[in-house]
């Protein structure tokens, strides 16, 4: 183990606790809105208002590539900011307020395929029924469903079922009676009748938009996306770049980043949007509106009121933040950040390795969706039972509380090992746990709810939160070194530009894990209207977990499980020779502080 103490004979400036909560505070509310939009809105795109599975993918994928170029220009101009206050406290006094608005706007959208009045379906007299309007069916008109062929009566009146050339009844056909009000009414089993009736919902009782519409709707998504990770990239710089201009001391400052990576998962209440939405459904269905269309202004609905709450607590960092490591007057323009930024050999060795670990924020993307169909069969009121509930919590307390639980132990560890071996250990040892959560979901026949199964996936998803909660931390607090062996090197700290990379990391993983599921979620189907079908089908008492065979439900344990080992495992290979020793950085440090006391002496 090498010497990390600095230097305690050169006067170190350092946070308040006050100073520090307040910070605490508004990295929270900043998460809150993150995994609103992290979490919730790839749901809302695909399963509310059904935007195609692929365009939500390249929308994210796209709006990453723009933030290779965005967030290191917006590090250049933090960098580059003398005020009063410093260099990021200024941005998080005023970004809260934008940073709002533009995180309620991708709510703010039509629905790209939405039931018409041919869609409800009503039980009565143990059949089912459909309105359709009956010219658009001749006599006989045959639908294609599962291979199977069913008859559609004429609207005579007729119940016979139509015949094949040697006047034989068709095989597999269920007749269905078209009477005088243009209701088809099933006249066989009632179980075929649904089935028949269910193909009539996909094929007429939802309607893609089309032509400008459909182009607008996607447009919008993408519009409104991409502003909100420019507005997002604003606020999030300075709010993680401050922690290196907060204290000199690099212990103190391994306990804010920890902290910091604490609370950030506290915010990860905003996972509940997903959760809360629905809740608010009654509110417009009383007022005549069909669910589809009452479930999207319940979302919106949400955002507005959890972003709201979430941009109050961001604005208390602002109030509460000082700067107290003093900048030098030297400044690069952004092409020289550029350089910069990827000329630091153990920065860009971090780079590449989160990038390689991009898969692991399938987990974000995925999870509401996973949990919210597989546990509730995306009905909340039907299916939110004790048991269900605990099991999710199960679940939750797996995730959760590995990463908060490493999260907070990091600290203490980077006193006793070098950072490299702990970063390279977790990402190797973290990659486990995941592949075990596919094999397992394998091995239990894709049915993981009964109860040693949930303990067993609950224990898997700890262990490989854990690896995750303490690579967050181990990634923030190695940034913060490269930034000292930047200014020991050239003479300027690049807080901003250095912790833009960060702020990069996170925002290209996530374009990189949505392009991945928006390709599996289209090879299996899971996309606009078969989820508009699905949905209707859970609705009717279908099972997630069986549904289509079950592939929609081993594609989304797929997704949080096998991705995210492979990157795991990749993203140690960049590290293998990580280039900054924490014996150096102490040296370099130590060097740094009694260099700024003797400046402040001399004044």
Same mark, same amino acid.
């Given at each position: 183990m090498s010497d990390k103490r600095t230097d305690k004979s050169v006067n170190v400036l350092t946070y308040t606790k006050r100073e520090l909560a307040g910070y605490l505070t508004g990295l929270a509310g900043q998460n809150i809105i993150y995994n609103i939009i992290a979490t919730g809105l790839a749901f809302y795109f695909q399963s509310v208002i059904f935007i195609p599975a692929i365009a939500c993918s390249l929308i994210f994928a796209l709006a990453r590539v723009w933030d290779a170029v965005n967030d290191p220009m917006m590090g250049s101009i933090v960098d580059k900011t003398r005020t009063k206050w410093g260099k990021c406290k200024p941005y998080l006094l005023f970004v809260p307020a934008v940073i709002c608005i533009a995180t309620i706007l991708p709510f703010i959208n039509s629905m790209y395929a939405e039931p018409n009045e041919k869609h409800e379906v009503e039980p009565a007299e143990k059949a089912a029924f459909a309105v359709f309007d009956t010219s658009s069916y001749s006599a006989f008109e045959s639908v294609i469903y599962d291979g199977k062929e069913y008859i559609v009566a004429s609207d005579s009146g007729s119940w016979n079922t139509a015949k094949d050339a040697d006047g034989k009844t068709i095989k597999n056909t269920v007749s269905v009676y078209v009477n005088e009000e243009g209701v088809y009414k099933a006249v066989d089993d009632p179980a075929h009748c649904k089935t028949i009736v269910q193909e009539f919902q996909s094929e007429y009782g939802f309607e893609k938009a089309r032509g400008s519409k459909g182009v607008f709707i996607i447009a919008w998504a993408a519009f409104a996306y991409v502003l909100w990770g420019m507005a997002y990239t604003v606020g999030d710089i300075p709010l993680w770049g401050v922690t290196s201009l907060m204290t000199e001391d690099q212990n103190d400052r391994a306990k804010a980043l920890a902290l910091a990576r604490i609370f950030a998962n506290a915010g990860m209440i905003g996972m509940a949007f997903t959760f809360i939405a629905p809740n608010f459904n009654g509110i417009f269905t009383a007022r005549g509106m069909d669910e589809a269309h009452a479930l999207r202004y319940s979302y919106i609905l949400t955002a507005v009121i959890l972003t709201v709450f979430a941009s109050i607590l961001f604005e208390v960092a602002g109030l509460s933040v000082k700067e107290k490591v003093s900048q030098s007057e030297k400044t690069y323009s952004i092409k020289d950040n550029f350089r910069i930024m990827w000329g630091n050999k153990p920065f860009r060795q971090l780079l590449i390795s989160g990038v390689l670990r991009s898969p692991i924020q399938l987990l974000s993307i995925v999870a509401m969706t996973l949990v919210m169909y597989y546990f509730f069969n995306n009905n909340l009121e039907g299916n939110f039972g004790i048991t269900v509930v605990?099991?999710?919590?199960?679940?939750?307390?797996?995730? #959760?509380?590995?990463?908060?639980?490493?999260?907070?132990?990091?600290?203490?560890?980077?006193?006793? #090992?070098? $950072? $490299?071996?702990?970063?390279?250990?977790?990402?190797?040892?973290?990659?486990?746990?995941?592949?075990?959560? #596919?094999?397992?979901? $394998?091995?239990?026949?894709?049915?993981?709810?009964? +109860?040693? +199964?949930?303990?067993?996936?609950?224990?898997?998803?700890?262990?490989?939160?854990? &690896?995750?909660?303490? *690579?967050?931390? *181990?990634? &923030?607090?190695?940034?913060?070194?490269?930034?000292?062996?930047?200014?020991?090197?050239? /003479?300027?700290?690049?807080?901003?530009?250095?912790? &833009?990379?960060?702020?990069?990391?996170?925002? *290209?993983?996530? /374009?990189?894990?949505?392009?991945? &599921?928006?390709?599996v979620y289209a090879v299996v189907g899971f996309s606009d209207k078969n989820i508009a079908l699905l949905n209707n089908e859970l609705l009717s008492g279908a099972d997630f977990k069986t549904y289509a065979g079950g592939k929609y439900a081993a594609a989304m344990f797929f997704l949080v499980s096998v991705p995210p080992a492979i990157g795991m495992l990749l993203s140690a290979i960049p590290t293998a020779k990580y280039a900054l020793t924490d014996e150096e950085h102490t040296r370099i440090l130590n060097e740094l502080n009694a260099k700024r006391s003797a400046e402040k002496e001399n004044e």
């Open positions: 605990i099991k999710v919590l199960i679940m939750g307390i797996g995730i #959760f509380g590995g990463l908060i639980a490493f999260s907070a132990v990091i600290p203490s560890l980077t006193r006793r #090992f070098e $950072k $490299k071996k702990l970063y390279n250990f977790f990402s190797v040892i973290g990659a486990i746990p995941y592949l075990l959560i #596919f094999i397992f979901f $394998k091995i239990a026949g894709g049915n993981i709810l009964g +109860w040693g +199964w949930i303990i067993i996936m609950g224990a898997m998803f700890f262990l490989a939160s854990s &690896s995750m909660g303490a *690579l967050n931390v *181990l990634q &923030s607090v190695m940034i913060a070194d490269c930034i000292d062996h930047e200014e020991y090197t050239h /003479g300027v700290r690049t807080d901003g530009v250095f912790f &833009s990379g960060q702020s990069f990391i996170t925002k *290209l993983s996530a /374009g990189i894990a949505s392009l991945i &599921s928006g390709i």
